[in-house]
């Protein structure tokens, strides 16, 4: 009895394999397989369009939920934005502040703030910027400065930190933690880029 089933089951899947051999032939006598092929293959859609002929949009938003919009051109480039920051403390002061030159009228996307400092061999430097004066402004903290190693009779620090932040007016705070003993210094550069204030 078992090898009569064994049989049955054998019969019907050569039975199949047959019936997809004979499908595979008909299809490649007539051609018909590429066109079916042809069909499977995804489509490539490739959209050009000039200022002349732009690709219609519409932006369904109202005054109390802006839709955000991003200017794809070179604008940033044609408005870039960098200053540089010079600090030295002197032995016994720990901190000292600068602000950034902003022209009147625009604002400034900070996109990177890059910080090297020199401090004594026992201390960690710090660098924070703020957006305003007083206990209310937002301050950003430039996330620790990784130590270099000891250099020009110190300990070198430095950081490069993308970061995206719109300010009216800049200041930027250096500090050294744990002992204000000996001189200290950092540069710190602030790039971006400019835009009228709205």
Known sequence: MREGV???ALKRRVGIAIGILGVALLLNATQAG???AQMAKPLLVHIVNTSAEPVPTV?????????????VSDFAARNR???????FLED??????ASVSIPVGKLLVVETVSAFALVGSSQRPAINLST??????????????????????????????????????????????EGDDGGASA??????????QP
Do not use: W
Not at 59 to 71: K, Q
């Open 92 to 97: 016994g002061i720990g901190y000292d502040t």
């Open 59 to 71: 932006l369904l938003n109202t005054t109390a939920s802006p839709g955000l919009v991003r200017d």
């Open 34 to 36: 590429n066109a079916v």
């Open 6 to 8: 064994v049989m049955t």
């Open 132 to 177: 305003g004066t007083g206990s209310s402004a937002p301050i950003y903290e430039i996330a620790p400065l990784a130590r270099l190693g000891v250099c020009g009779g110190g300990t070198c620090y430095a950081a490069v930190v993308p970061i995206r932040f719109y300010a009216g007016e800049l200041h930027v705070l250096f500090s050294r933690l």
């Open 81 to 87: 934005f960098a200053q540089k920051v010079d600090f």
């Open 187 to 196: 540069r710190v550069t602030i790039s971006g880029y400019l835009v009228d």
